[in-house]
């Protein structure tokens, strides 16, 4: 946990000075000596700074010298998804990121900007923000304390992240968040032009309030980061959108009701991107590349042979049988394999569980299915195209 009161106890603390003594700290020793040579600052607190630091190199890339606490890390949008944002704003000339936490989308967001204002109600992780915006070259951001739903920032548009998460779990529902939902979408700012990140779990088609605007299913690197509901200018005609970033590509459902064919499996499978699985836009796609669905209820396409698509991967179907474990082991030794991609669709059993029947002792690869279709278990051995 990071020094509650950093920069109140110590205004003057320069903590670019002082972390290259910092790094790579792997001792009891090591910090002992540390709290030795720097009396004057709370060495702990530093060193929490720092590990977040390279914990975050990946997913935040510009965060070196940054300020992080580890719910707002984890919380914190990846710097493919927040440069996302940015540019979906780029068009506005003023914006408020609400509920701006560390600061990753407000980088993003206050780009190019003539105003840019950052809210949020933790007055300390404000301080944070700030420290972190005057480390990224950002001069043109006012920063207040405020709840969510009483701020009285005027913007041209509003992006919000509510907190998702308390100290048991992740928070799904919308009117769990904090500030809920609800009270957002009752604020002024609702007639503006408006962008509310969500957890990608949430069960949005139980909600009648979004069918107002566009949720936007957002992926990088074949997993689900994030639904963004959007009103406003911000929202387009379609009332679902797939954003792929790793492929800066999107992808819509057509408005057509005609049914894609089911057609069981063939000699290629094919496995959408999630934000296509997660928008329940399975049947479009499969009729936009004429594919065909192995069965009504599961999320996976198939075809004779391979269609040239974006937005997910092809496996070739090299073996198949009913469900049979000790057949599996049989298969698995005969083929020499001994690295297995598991994946299940309708399968109530973990894939965690289900490997501890397995043997696998050899240096192949496969990838095993294992589907429910038609009320029986299917086992199909596949290699990725």
Same mark, same amino acid.
């Given at each position: 946990?990071?020094?509650?009161?950093?920069?109140?106890?110590?205004?003057?603390?320069?903590?670019?000075?002082?972390?290259?003594?910092?790094?790579?700290?792997?001792?009891?020793?090591?910090?002992?000596?540390?709290?030795?040579?720097?009396?004057? %600052?709370?060495? $702990?607190?530093? &060193? !929490?700074?720092?590990? =977040? *630091?390279?914990? #975050?190199?990946? @997913?935040?890339? %510009?965060?070196? $010298?940054?300020? &992080? !606490?580890?719910?707002? =890390? *984890?919380?914190? #949008?990846?710097? @493919?998804?927040?440069?996302?944002?940015?540019?979906?704003?780029?068009?506005?000339?003023?914006?408020?990121?609400?509920?701006?936490?560390?600061?990753?989308?407000?980088?993003?967001?206050?780009?190019?900007?003539?105003?840019?204002?950052?809210?949020?109600?933790?007055?300390?992780?404000?301080?944070?923000?700030?420290?972190?915006?005057?480390?990224?070259?950002?001069?043109?951001?006012?920063?207040?304390?405020?709840?969510?739903?009483?701020?009285?920032?005027?913007?041209?548009?509003?992006?919000?992240?509510?907190?998702?998460?308390?100290?048991?779990?992740?928070?799904?529902?919308?009117?769990?968040?904090?500030?809920?939902?609800?009270?957002?979408?009752?604020?002024?700012?609702?007639?503006?032009?408006?962008?509310?990140?969500?957890?990608?779990?949430?069960?949005?088609?139980?909600?009648?309030?979004?069918?107002?605007?566009?949720?936007?299913?957002?992926?990088?690197?074949?997993?689900?980061?994030?639904?963004?509901?959007?009103?406003?200018?911000?929202?387009?005609?379609?009332?679902?959108?797939?954003?792929?970033?790793?492929?800066?590509?999107?992808?819509?459902?057509?408005?057509?009701?005609?049914?894609?064919?089911?057609?069981?499996?063939?000699?290629?499978?094919?496995?959408?991107?999630?934000?296509?699985?997660?928008?329940?836009?399975?049947?479009?796609?499969?009729?936009?590349?004429?594919?065909?669905?192995?069965?009504?209820?599961?999320?996976?396409?198939?075809?004779?042979?391979?269609?040239?698509?974006?937005?997910?991967?092809?496996?070739?179907?090299?073996?198949?049988?009913?469900?049979?474990?000790?057949?599996?082991?049989?298969?698995?030794?005969?083929?020499?394999?001994?690295?297995?991609?598991?994946?299940?669709?309708?399968?109530?059993?973990?894939?965690?569980?289900?490997?501890?029947?397995?043997?696998?002792?050899?240096?192949?690869?496969?990838?095993?299915?294992?589907?429910?279709?038609?009320?029986?278990?299917?086992?199909?051995?596949?290699?990725?195209?």
């Amino acid at each position: 946990m990071i020094y509650p009161h950093l920069f109140s106890i110590f205004p003057s603390f320069d903590l670019d000075a002082y972390i290259p003594f910092f790094k790579n700290i792997t001792s009891i020793n090591q910090i002992e000596q540390l709290k030795l040579k720097f009396k004057h %600052i709370p060495v $702990n607190e530093v &060193l !929490t700074i720092v590990k =977040l *630091q390279n914990q #975050s190199i990946n @997913k935040l890339k %510009i965060s070196d $010298n940054w300020i &992080l !606490t580890e719910k707002n =890390l *984890q919380q914190a #949008s990846s710097y @493919k998804v927040a440069e996302y944002h940015g540019k979906i704003f780029k068009r506005f000339t003023s914006v408020a990121d609400i509920c701006c936490g560390i600061g990753m989308d407000l980088y993003f967001l206050s780009e190019d900007k003539k105003y840019s204002h950052a809210v949020d109600y933790n007055k300390e992780i404000l301080t944070y923000c700030k420290f972190n915006m005057s480390k990224s070259g950002r001069s043109n951001i006012s920063f207040s304390a405020e709840k969510a739903e009483e701020c009285k920032v005027i913007a041209e548009a509003y992006f919000i992240d509510p907190d998702r998460r308390n100290q048991k779990q992740r928070i799904i529902k919308p009117e769990l968040l904090s500030p809920n939902l609800y009270s957002l979408l009752n604020h002024s700012f609702i007639k503006k032009n408006l962008a509310i990140k969500l957890s990608p779990a949430m069960d949005y088609e139980n909600y009648s309030i979004f069918q107002k605007g566009t949720l936007e299913f957002i992926s990088e690197n074949g997993e689900l980061k994030e639904i963004l509901f959007c009103l406003g200018d911000l929202a387009s005609k379609k009332s679902k959108k797939c954003v792929i970033l790793n492929e800066n590509d999107t992808f819509h459902p057509d408005g057509s009701t005609d049914l894609a064919d089911i057609s069981g499996f063939k000699n290629y499978l094919y496995e959408p991107d999630p934000s296509i699985i997660r928008a329940h836009l399975i049947n479009d796609f499969a009729r936009y590349h004429c594919l065909n669905k192995i069965d009504e209820k599961l999320a996976l396409l198939t075809n004779d042979s391979i269609v040239n698509t974006k937005h997910g991967r092809w496996y070739e179907v090299i073996d198949d049988f009913k469900f049979d474990i000790k057949k599996l082991n049989q298969y698995l030794t005969y083929h020499n394999i001994g690295i297995l991609d598991i994946k299940t669709r309708g399968f109530s059993q973990t894939v965690e569980s289900f490997r501890k029947n397995i043997k696998l002792k050899g240096s192949e690869k496969a990838i095993l299915f294992i589907l429910k279709m038609n009320n029986n278990h299917h086992m199909i051995i596949c290699q990725t195209v």
